[in-house]
């Protein structure tokens, strides 16, 4: 069993030295199912956030050339009124 384990389960009011092996084991094993678990945990939660951001990101992005687009469209569309005026009168 690791330190960081051992000296949790003492601050807990165990006394692991004098358990025996066929305690201890399953003990351990539980011990090392439930870090490998959190860590599990922890990646997924990681990569959620990232991901998260990342399509936070394009969208902004994808926004961003829209309101491009919509100025462009805009702009046309005025000078093409503009143009209409002059040739109107």
């Given at each position: 069993m690791?330190?960081?384990t051992k000296q949790l389960a003492e601050q807990a009011g165990f006394v692991?030295?004098?358990l025996p092996d066929s305690v201890l084991q399953p003990l351990e094993t539980?011990?090392?199912l439930l870090?490998?678990?959190n860590t599990r945990e922890v990646i997924a939660l990681c990569a959620n956030t990232?991901?998260?951001n990342l399509n936070e990101q394009q969208q902004?992005?994808?926004n961003r050339w829209e309101i491009a687009e919509l100025v462009?469209?805009?702009l046309a569309f005025i000078a093409w009124?503009?143009?209409w005026y002059t040739q109107s009168h």
């Open positions: 690791d330190q960081q692991l030295d004098d539980f011990a090392d870090r490998a678990a990232i991901n998260r902004k992005v994808k462009v469209i805009v009124v503009a143009w």
